[in-house]
């Protein structure tokens, strides 16, 4: 079968307009908010999920709650809290404006064995930078595209959050 020259023409045309909108066209739609990326979407599931480790009321369903955060109760020990006050550092300090640490960023939610501790580790966060964590490691400390976690780094840290036992 032969492809007449007006039919090769408009599939190069048909082609170049489909890279163009992938490598040029979504990326930008997708920074300005138009569109929402895959990383969007994964982070958007999860800030809407109830029973996410992400919510800092998630570890109350865990610990004794006398009203402040928890240091006794189930197994939250004084040394474990200042661990992950450290931690909550650590992470907030390995974003940076023109590069991230993601080697730092994974050991420290590696760190974290339960859910519970997520959720508390989110809590930390939230007091000491008054940032929600999902969203931070999904944007870092600026807004810029090229900022925070990308898509594969984040669905990783889901994977794996997902996969801790709930206290």
């Not at 492809?3 to 408009?10: C, I, M, N, R, Y």
């Not at 940076?96 to 580790?121: C, N, P």
Request: charged share 25%.
């Amino acid at each position: 079968m032969k492809v007449s020259e007006k039919s090769q023409d408009l599939l190069i045309k048909a082609g170049l307009f489909v890279v163009a909108y992938l490598v040029i066209a979504k990326p930008v739609f997708n920074f300005l908010g138009i569109t929402k990326s895959k990383g969007d979407r994964i982070r958007a599931k999860e800030l809407s999920d109830p029973n996410s480790p992400f919510k800092m009321e998630y570890w109350k369903r865990y610990y004794k709650y006398p009203g402040k955060i928890p240091y006794t109760g189930k197994t939250l020990s004084g040394t474990r809290k200042k661990e992950l006050e450290a931690a909550v550092k650590k992470l907030y300090d390995a974003f940076g404006y023109l590069t991230d640490d993601e080697d730092i960023i994974s050991a420290v939610i590696y760190s974290l064995k339960t859910k519970s501790e997520v959720s508390i580790f989110a809590t930390y966060f939230y007091i000491a930078y008054k940032k929600d964590l999902l969203t931070y490691l999904s944007n870092g400390k600026d807004l810029m595209p090229q900022n925070g976690l990308g898509d594969y780094e984040l669905n990783i840290i889901l994977t794996y959050v997902d996969a801790l036992p709930a206290s």
